[in-house]
Every structure is written in C-alpha cells, then in structure tokens.
C-alpha cells in the first residue's frame, strides 16, 4: 500500500553564483498517516531545503528521487496545488507582505484551497468569525488580523501567525520548519497545542526542531537525524531525549 | 444627458448638417476631412452652434499652437505625430458597431466579466448597436433603467443648484461661466498639447457647483453611464464657490473600444474659499498588444487651482492603459492655507510607457501638500515619476510631503523618479522619501504555498502596494480599481 508520503532517494541542488550546490543527497523518508515525525540535525544540513523542495520552492532543481503524496507525485505540482492537496508549510522566517491585510491575506488563501477543493468559499462574515476564534485560541491579539502579513510582527508573533494560517487551511500534512525557535515557553506551549488540535487519523507532520521541549507537548512517532543532505539514522522518541543531553557530534561520528 | 440618448441626437444632427457642409455623405465616413485648418476649426464651432466667442478663442489657440513645438522632455518616445493626418471632428460612431454581444471580441468580454461588469453596461461599453425601434437584445430593462437614474440624478442636482452638463451645451447655456473660467488655469499656450485641445476639443463636462452647495451625490455615478462619451479631445472644468464641495470621478476600469490614437484632454479646476474639489481618474484606454503595436497615446493637462483661503483640490489616479502616458495633474495653492493632494497609482507592462507625476505650486502662506507616487513596472515597459514642489517667496510655513514608491516586477522593465524641488522660502518644509522594491520569489512563493495562484499572487502585493492611494478612491470605484490593477498585470511573472 502507498504510503501517506513517501521520499525515496531525494536529491536537490541550487545554482549559487553560477556554482551547482547539491544540498540533498539521497533522501529516504516515509510518513504514514496519523503520525507526527521529527527531524533533528545540524545548521546546514539541507532541513530547510527538504521542507521547500516538498512544497515547491522552485530554485531548488530536484536532480533525482521521487516524493509521493498520497500517490501522486509531489515533484509534479505546483506550489499552490500542493497546498491544495493538503500541504502545508510553516516557514523557518515568515515572509512580510507590506500593505496586504492578515485577514484579507487569509481569506483569500483559505477561500483559494477551498475552492481547489471543491469546497463552497466563506463569506466575510463567516470567514473572520472563524479566524478570530482560531486567533483566540492562539492567544493573539485580535488587532493581529488587522495588521499587514508579519510587518512588524515580533518573531513569536509571526511563528504564532504561521500556526494560525495552518489551522484555518486545515492541511493533512503539516511542516513545521524550527516553529519553536525564538519562543517563550508559554508560546511554546500553545504552538504546540495548536498543533495537536488538529491531529487526527488522516492529519500528519514533520516537525523540525533541535528541542526536546517541544516534543514534550506534541509526542511524536518518531525522530530522524539529518546530516549532510541524508537521513543518517532514525529512532522512537527516546533519540530526541538523548540529542538533547549530548548533542549531535556523538551520532554524526558513529555513522561517518 | 444619458449617453444613448445623446449619442443618438448626436448623430441626428450630423445627419441633418452634413449636407449643408458639403462633406462626405457616406454614413459610415460621417467626419472632417483630414487635417487642421481654420476652416476646420470653423466647422467644429459650428457643428457645435457655438458663439462667436468660442470661434474666437478657438482660432487664436491653433494660432499659439502653430508657433509651438511637441515637448521632447518627457521620457518617453513614439514615431513623429503627423497632425495633419488625423480626423478633429467626427460622428461618435465612424464604423457600425457590434450587432449582438456574440460579435464583440471575446478577450474584452472576458476583461469585463472579471471586473464585474453587468451585463447591460457590458454591451453599452463595447458600443453594441440597438437597431432602431428594436428592444435591446439583451437586458433590454436594465439599459432603459440606468437612463431613467440618469435622469433621476439629473433632477437631484438641479434642485441642488449643481450644473453638470457637457461642456459644448454649457457653452450655449451658460456662457457668462464659461468665459469667466476657460483657460484661466490651463491656458491654451500652456504646452502643446493644451493650445492643440483648445482649438479642437468637442468632448468633455462642465461643473458648477454654487455656494455653500455640497454635491449631493459623487459625480462618479452618473459619470459611470455616461463614460462612453469621452472623447479624443477633452475638455473639463469644474468651478466650486466658496463652502461649496464635489466628488468627481472620469474614466472606467472597462477598456473601451477606440479607434483615436492621440487623446490630450484639459481639465480644469476652480476652488474658491473652504471649497474641496475631489478629482479621481481611472485610466485603462488600449495600452497596445504584448509587442508594443497601437495603443492610445495620452497627452493630458490637468490642473488645479487652489484660489480661495482653506480651499483642497485632491488628485487620485489609477493609470494602467495606453501605451504613452504623459500626465501631471498639479495644484497652485494661491489661497492661505489651501491644500494639494495628489495620489497616483501608475502601472506599465509590455512595451506601455509612462511619464507621470505632479506639480505643486506653494504661493500662499500656509499652504500644504501631499504626494503620494505608486509605480509599478513590469514585462519591457519604463515608467517615470516626474513631481515638481515650487514654494514662492510669500508661501511662509509652506509644507510638502512626498512619497514616491517604485515596484519593479521582473528585470526588463524600468522605474525613475524624478523629482524637482525649488524652493525661495526659508519657512518651508519639504519632504521627500522615495522607496524601490520588487515583488520578490519570498512573497510569491509564500502566497502559493497557501493556495494562491500566481496571478492572485502579483494582484495580492500590488494591491497591498497601492494601498494608501486606492482607499482615496470612490467606494465603489476602489473595488473594480483593484481589479484592474491584477488584470493589467497578467502574465507579468513566471
Ligand atoms: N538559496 C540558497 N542559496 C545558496 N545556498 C543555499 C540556499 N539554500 C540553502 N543553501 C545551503 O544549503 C545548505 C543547507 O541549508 P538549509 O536547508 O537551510 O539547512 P538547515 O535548515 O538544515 O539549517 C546550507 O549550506 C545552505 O547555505
Ligand atoms: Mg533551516
């Protein structure tokens, strides 16, 4: 049976300077449904870049391997049908769109995937009562939907934005790119809530992340460690615990 | 006067006079010969049952006009304009129109039907014909609807004591206004292009609004209906007396069809003490194909004068048409404590060109300004911002801001900012930010990542871009002008 996603021998390169970079150098990688992943690994690793050439960032030429979603093929895709089918992606460092209203910017993206998904668009009335709940949860100001699209959000604020863009386009699959980093624990905590809510048989994520303390709140299925542009080793939960106690250096060493 | 209507007594009287002059009587080439001449510029002035005055006043502008040369200033080019080699007076319809909306091309069909355009203005904007004593073939209700509002707001005005009516019957109605005003703030020596439009002008609207009478309605309304009647040369002025206050709105987001190349209208503003005038223009004439070919060639002057103590006259544009656009809407703020505001939006694609901006003459004291420039280039187009802030001597505490924002989509097109600031004031303050941006693969990729397309995209960030400008539009103009600026832009990224 086709997995929920499936990577299979990835590989990735990008034109720095007139220079071909490889960044991913074979990826293995399957999720199935239900479950939340986590990958761990050292800056520079190529995790950002897995999460784009997931979702369709098209600087990144994909030289080999597939990556399938729920049978299609992902590599395929545009970005937006991408997000259509169910992708979502919660970016490292979220992008500012001066002018652009947080709601109005909302709107329109969950009315777009809506409407891809057959689904009937929401009116403004509707629209906006179920962001300032979903907002409200989140523990968000409520004049954050007022505002322009992260301009001048504070780092925590637009790690919060993400989330809440995640949960009103009600993605199956869900990225979490370093969503923790540069938040309090309290943040923290209701990130993390955020994204329970939504677990379910057919919900599934990948969650990258160098803490523990995040895992603590979403207990995930299982963890892999990147170096390198490669999954060098995968585990339960209990590999999370003891990278944070002793770092990546030990398992780096043990595979090299 | 509803544009059916008059477009139909409009070509009745030709009917009648073309014999009279000796023209051709050929219906479908119901127009001047080619050329301009004195006898030309009689012919107009008759044709339009004008006094002796106008004549006048007409010949002695081709005569200033003859001794002129066409500004090169600009950056812009296009080949030479031979003036001799145009039509300055012709029936509004040279050619029949679309029988059926079956017949109009269906790339402006398709224009019109994503920016909401109801069906019934559809037909009328793409000048489908109504044979004579049939019903309309479609929305036959709907049409004879917006004639009867017409005449409905017609009737508001002039129980308010507003005169709105095109400009050749004001001429004859109310000529005492006319001579007092015409060419008092854009003289026919002007430039070029004004001395040309004060010889030959035959379109165009005249405003009165008297004193202490608020407009009570925005002028864009009944103007919506009317729009098909802008003409090649148009002429404009709009006179407000003290306490008084009009919101008026020229031009559709719709492209229309057109077969004049040159346009150069005048518009001419008048504001007396505490008197606002609110001028805001959407301008998407044929902008020419993807490689450059045809398209209208924009000339315009537009001008304001701030005479009254407190007076405000407020420019806001949205230009995306015409391949050349040539165009600075300016403000001389003589009364003490008059404003100026100008709010542009200008965007090129393709091969368009632009050359736009403001002029804000500071000479009463106290007196301010505000500019704010949005441009956006795109495909292999060059757009430039061209603003002047001159402060004269008397203008004590005079003060000026200027915002001028360029974004750039792709890497072929051009943005330029050119801005002139002369000031003879030691009290004045003048400020100028200026800003360049792209619209970067980030914000796009980060849009799609959420589902939208790229189109919605580009429209998303412009519109977000423009922001400040469109919410100075007319309500129900700022929706379509958004719109607008998306489809100006489709097919400018990826
Ligand atoms: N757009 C890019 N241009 C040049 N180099 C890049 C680009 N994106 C990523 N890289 C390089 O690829 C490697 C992996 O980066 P990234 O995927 O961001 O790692 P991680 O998220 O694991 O820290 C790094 O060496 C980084 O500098
Ligand atoms: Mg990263």
Redesign the interface.
Known sequence: MSQFLEISGLCAQIDADGQKKQILRGVDLSIPPGEVHVIMGPNGSGKSTLSYVL?????YEVTAGTATFHGQDLLAM???E???AGL??A?QS??E?????NA??LR???N??RR?RGQDELDAVAFLKMAREAAKALSMAPDMLKR?VNVGFSGGEKKRNEVL?MTL?QPTFAILDETDSGLDVDALRIVAEGVNRLRAPTFSALVITHHQKLLDYLVPDRIHVMARGRIILSGGPELARQIDQEGYTKFLAEVA | MPAVTQTREAVEKLGQSTYKWGFETDIEMDMAPKGLNEDIIRLISSRKEEPEWMLEWRLAAYKTWQAMEEPKWAKVAFPPIDYQDAHYYAAPRKKPGPKSLDEVDPELLRTYEKLGIPLHEQALLAGVEVPEGERMPVAVDAVFDSVSVATTFRKTLEEAGVIFCPISEAVKEHPDLVRKYLGTVVPAGDNFFSALNSAVFTDGSFVYVPKGVRCPMELSTYFRINAKNTGQFERTLIVVEEGASVSYLEGCTAPMRDENQLHAAVVELVAMDDASIKYSTVQNWYPGDENGRGGIYNFVTKRGACRGARSKISWTQVETGSAITWKYPSCILQGEGSVGEFYSVAVTNNHQQADTGTKMIHLGRNTRSTIIAKTISAGRSDSTYRGLVRVQPKASGARNFTQCDSLLIGDQCGAHTVPYIESRNMNARIEHEATTSKISEDQLFYCRQRGLSEEDAVGLIVNGFCRDVLKELPMEFAVEAQKLLQISLEGSVG
Do not use: D, M, S, Y
């Open positions: 979702a369709g960032r098209e600087e545009e970005p937006e991408r997000a259509a979502f992606l970016f979220p992008i769109l001066p002018g652009v209203n109005n910017f329109t993206a969950v777009a995937v891809a322009n863009q386009l």
